[in-house]
């Protein structure tokens, strides 16, 4: 550490915040948790309020803003703390449309300030090796089966099924990241297929297909309505060889033999990976995850299924 | 002139093309006129092709292809191009996806060739007084009302009601391309609604409000079941007076005073600037009116219309 932990303000104290960005910053000691941002409530030992302006006028000590709102607010919130003078870090998708994310990185470039756009499942440990296992082959398939009970791992969201909320695309976005970290390519989608349910404004189930500038045929199948237990998992054929990568990136096979397997760590990789950003005042804003779900949306054909109930 | 005129073949001879490219062509000295590939007839005087691929083989003399295909076939054919060394121009949009035009300009790039993504409406007469007009003055508000018939514009053109195909967002892009031409600021989607025909995969309406950085509201409403004669309409409220410009910027008028008004003449404008790159080696490609339209799709509220039959 090249100064004092930088002091950061947690706004959006969700499912997320408490599962993930809370015990990072603890355990981490590049960070000093130093105020919260919520509706409902803050956390034991800091100052909560529930305006971000509010913090952001009471509170110039704090160097560092990690939004954890849905997407849908996140833009108005990253803007005003930008042109507060703060770092900002976004949850991923970095924001509801691929517009707001262009505006945002030019104020920050602007204003020299430091803004992360992240994408959690890159830092899942089987993505270095997966991605040098590639390197060493020639691929030639992909194929991506990313399904989940919603009901479980997004029990009363509401603004998931609301536009802009993405749908099965909000998890399925990080199969997208995690792909166009490992891939040697730039990748582009073909066609897309998008379940509605009649009742919802975001799709449930999604099938893509995507290619590199060589061909390599990657099939993609999202479903939110799977039930038992969740399959989060990316295979490449290479070389006469199958890697698998399963768990979201947490074990990695090859033709069925474990090669790795290790409990996930990702937002303490994407907390390091913030400060050393903060350190060089360095930018991180990658959008190719969320420009291949807005060109599902554009191209993708809609089809309509039973409602969906809570 | 620097040079012998460009030899260029047309890919694609349907309506775009016999009512604009080839007249531009024929009367520009920048240009011969070499070759055309289409499935279903040629040109009276030049050698046509029903495929590309075999006008790139046989013709290594031809230097410029301009692609006039619809957009979900663009992308392969723009590849094709590029790879045999030749310079493209794109009809709007510049493809089906961002993905597609990311990729082309990164491989023109890579080889040194010419991409030009055309956007036909920035080359209206009232577009550089309007941009002018407004420099000098603080714009508070803008209207945007594009509405046709699609049956009187699009006769039997099924491409644009397939997925890709862009529905209204087909003349729509033209009005976003002439807005983010004019305005000083960058401009984004904050929400849309959307009208899908219940029969047919793209919207027949389209409802949007976009911004600046600044907070200027902008409505845009699309319409393609609008009977009677078109309306091609941007309004921009500033300083206390109402710019016009009508006929998709044929006409300017300043609190209903007539500032300006001059036959078009934008594929003419469209080859002078092509022209203007192939004596440079530069590239031009701006995707900021199909990201705009992405994001309408990504964030949009969909509702269902009545069936539309041609």
Known sequence: MSKEPWKVAVVGLGKIANDQHLPSIARLPDYT???????????????????????LAARPDIEVISLCVPPQVRYEMARAALEAGRHVMLEKPPGATLGEVEDLSSLAAERGLVLYATWHSRHAPAVGPAKAWIAERSPSAVRI?????????????????????????????????????????????????????????????????????????????????HEGPPLWDLEVDASGETLKLSGGGKRMEVDGRLVLEEPEAEYDGLYREFAGLLDTGARNVDVTPLRIVADAFLTGRITHTAPFHD
Chains 1, 2 share one sequence.
């Open 145 to 225: 089966n990313w399904k989940e009970d919603v009901r479980e791992w997004h029990p009363g969201q509401q603004w998931i099924w609301e536009p802009g909320g993405l749908g099965v695309f909000d998890p399925g976005i990080n199969a997208l990241s995690m792909l166009t970290a490992i891939w040697p390519m730039p990748i582009r989608l073909v066609s897309a297929e998008l379940g509605f349910p009649e009742n919802r404004a975001t799709p449930i189930r999604a099938d893509l297909a995507l290619r590199d500038p060589a061909g390599t045929p990657m099939e993609v199948a999202f479903d939110w309505a």
């Open 33 to 55: 948790f130093a105020a919260s941002v919520s509706r409902s409530g803050g956390v034991e030992g800091v100052e909560n309020f529930t305006e971000l302006d509010a913090l």
